[in-house]
């Protein structure tokens, strides 16, 4: 139990810093690029701004349910990596099909999985709904432009 916790615990510091460097980027890189791009096209920039940070989320949380598959697969729970990240997928999106079982000694890491994701896409949605705070000027109590 105490290794399945372990193990656990740096899968989900190695997402934590997957999703901390995205929504740093996004805020370092993708203000002042969403800034002009607004000035100069409102409507247009606006969704493109929205656009480009849905999908950095998506592509954060591919890459945190990759790092699970990849541990399953090196653990020897599933026999290629599209099985294991298709279950990995279930766990994280906290789906839960169950169609696919790990052993006795890997199971804790499925449930261990779904709070991590259940976190990481709390986190996501925190991110787009500060990201749309900023582009129709909500976060600074002026309304939309």
Do not use: C, K
């Not at 370092?28 to 950095?56: C, N, S």
């Not at 696919?100 to 787009?128: F, H, K, Q, Y």
Request: net charge neutral.
């Amino acid at each position: 139990m105490l290794p399945a916790i372990l193990l656990a615990a740096v899968v989900f510091a190695v997402n934590l810093s997957v999703q901390a460097l995205a929504i740093s980027g996004l805020l370092h890189l993708g203000g002042p690029a969403v800034r002009r791009l607004i000035a100069r096209h409102d409507f247009w920039g606006r969704a493109v701004a929205l656009e480009m940070t849905i999908l950095v989320l998506l592509m954060t949380m591919l890459v945190q349910i990759g790092t699970w598959a990849v541990v399953f697969l090196w653990l020897g729970e599933f026999p290629d990596y599209q099985t294991s990240f298709y279950h990995s997928a279930v766990n994280f999106t906290t789906l839960g099909y169950g169609d696919l079982v790990m052993s006795e000694n890997a199971r804790l890491l499925g449930p261990l999985e779904a709070v991590n994701g259940s976190i990481m896409l709390g986190l996501s949605g925190a991110t787009l709904f500060a990201a749309f705070g900023q582009v129709t000027g909500r976060h600074r109590g002026d309304g939309p432009r």
